[in-house]
């Protein structure tokens, strides 16, 4: 696509970043490239569902379509983050916002999650955007470090295991089991997940060890 400076110009003093464009922008763009990963669309694809021009889309995203990516990507990881962690902070004990967490997990849909991480760095690999996205990410960490240290200071949790280990073990029995689910999946004999089981299960092994049951 060739960028025109002049139509960008007067796409500028017609739309001013008008905020509700720009949310339409990302919503349009997180369908498409959820759907179609960063190679099958283009900035004009975009541009037509949003019904702009294509120069008004750089007027919003100079960068062009990685600046896009990125944005929706970080759009999407926060809007997640923000509802999970805001419907955690409403529930009492930390075994109880674990399961709520495990829970919210284990119900996205994150068939394409694994798609866009790839996407994010074979294409934007070298962009300052990725390095903020990330940078961010380790923030948001930040509430579940709060959590795990909230239990050991509450008893609720071993005080000899430190609360980044907890994090660590957490996360990658989570995300084991979604790699599992999105790689291999039988379609013909697949079983539906119980989700409320799989969250009470993975934070009953990870507080009470493997051998016992949940709610026992």
Not at 1 to 23: C, G, L, V
Not at 36 to 60: C, H, N, P, R, W
Not at 110 to 115: D, G, K, V
Not at 184 to 195: K, T
């Amino acid at each position: 696509m060739i960028f025109d400076q002049r139509s960008a110009n007067e796409d500028k003093r017609h739309t001013e970043r008008d905020p509700e464009t720009q949310r339409r922008i990302l919503a349009v763009a997180e369908r498409l490239f959820l759907a179609k990963g960063f190679k099958g669309v283009s900035m004009k694809d975009i541009a037509d569902e949003v019904q702009v021009t294509a120069a008004a889309l750089y007027y919003y995203f100079p960068g062009g379509k990685q600046e896009l990516f990125i944005n929706m990507v970080q759009q999407w990881v926060d809007n997640w983050t923000r509802q999970t962690f805001e419907t955690v902070s409403h529930v009492e004990g930390t075994r109880a916002k674990l399961i709520r967490l495990a829970e919210a997990f284990f119900s996205r849909q994150f068939s394409n999650f694994f798609a866009l991480i790839r996407d994010l760095e074979e294409f934007c690999g070298d962009k300052p955007g990725k390095r903020e996205l990330f940078r961010k990410n380790r923030q948001d960490r930040q509430h579940l470090q709060d959590i795990f240290q909230q239990g050991i200071d509450s008893g609720e949790l071993r005080s000899d295991v430190p609360a980044e280990t907890y994090i660590s073990m957490f996360e990658g029995i989570m995300m084991g089991i979604q790699f599992k689910r999105h790689f291999h999946v039988d379609q013909e004999n697949e079983v539906p997940v119980d989700v409320p089981f799989m969250a009470e299960t993975v934070v009953s092994c990870l507080l009470d060890g493997i051998s016992k049951q949940p709610g026992r």
